[in-house]
């Protein structure tokens, strides 16, 4: 028997301002409860998104742009890795994040 996997409730705090667009972590923190595994789930997609749009940035050559994407995306893997560390059974899925937002990280550095 597997536990029940604990609701959360998440607000802004949970999102590092510095390299987030206030919109879309309202989209899926403000004020709402979910469980840990919808939560990361949906804040991966979004780092995801933030990925490729910095994938994009960097092979037209704007670099600053690509920067913030790449950090904008860091942030949000982080913050997938915050909902689901709180999750019994999810290992490895935090160490697929973590991994993730080294990658953004690393690539920031050199745009």
């Keep these: ?43 991966r997609e979004l780092a995801e998104r933030a990925e490729s749009a910095a994938e994009r940035a960097a092979a037209l050559g704007y670099g600053t742009a690509a920067r913030s994407r790449y950090l904008r995306a860091a942030t949000y893997y982080t913050t997938a890795v915050i909902a689901a560390g709180r999750i019994e059974t999810a290992k490895e899925t935090v160490g697929l994040l973590l991994l993730a937002r080294r990658r953004c990280v690393e690539v920031a550095f050199w745009c």
């Excluded at 959360?8 to 595994?37: C, K, P």
């Design 1 to 43: 028997m597997q536990p029940a996997a604990a609701k959360h409730e998440w607000s802004t705090d949970h999102v590092y301002a510095n390299f987030t667009e206030i919109q879309e972590a309202l989209m899926i923190a403000a004020g709402r409860e979910a469980e840990g595994h919808v939560l990361a789930a949906e804040w």
